[in-house]
């Protein structure tokens, strides 16, 4: 009696270094039951290759012309919500991690990553579920990403504070954050009120900083340094 076939994984490649894909291709080809279907050296080639060949795993690499990582894994991720995206780098940086895992990868390893491990990763990111990921990167980083998590679950603001929070960070003052939300600037006070409270801030600035350390806010998007003329401390 026969045994049952082995699925085969069918992988592509997106990275703008040819001997990169040569060596990974290659590498692959000797592990049982992958195959290499497409590849790609711009961050656009690697979202149509996705679309167009709907491969199980697409290896991408995060510094490529075109479309940042971020948003190549939010298309990838949209278009053919089966594909796996695996992150391969050179950058062992906590923070493009945890920006690369939320927008949707499936896993982000470094290359120099050991072939058995790359394999396994292949493999887990194949048969994962929603709420795993793959990481294989340095100590150093697992552990800023552990004290970002923790940081992140000590200041829990609701969806309406981080709007708030958000608009006061371009600067609006309480009645324009009133106007854009659709509510009175009553209610704006209250909810600054309550976000002091939970950040244990003194003032916007305060509140700007503490929210942008403990990651709820982006500082580079959402603005800074977050200083208006003749804005008082509080809530007004």
Known sequence: ????????????????????????REMLHTAPGFTVVGEGSTGTEAVALATDLRPDVVLLDVEMPGPGAAEVIRRITRTVPKTQVLVLTMHDDPDMVRELLETGAAGYLLKTVPRE?????????????????VLVVSRQTVEQLDRQRSRHRAVQLT??????????????SNAQVAERLFITEATVKRHLTNIYGKLDAV??????????????IDAGRDGGPWSRPGDPAGVR
């Open 203 to 216: 003032s916007r600035v305060d509140a700007l900083r503490k929210a942008a350390a403990a990651r709820l």
């Open 159 to 172: 969806v309406r504070e981080l709007e708030v929070l958000r608009l006061v960070a371009e600067a609006l």
């Open 1 to 24: 009696m026969n045994a049952p076939a082995v699925p085969v994984v069918r992988i592509c490649l997106a990275d703008d270094h040819t001997l990169m894909r040569d060596g990974l």
């Open 117 to 133: 491990e790359l394999i396994g990763a292949v493999r887990s990111a194949v048969r994962r579920d929603s709420d795993s990921v």
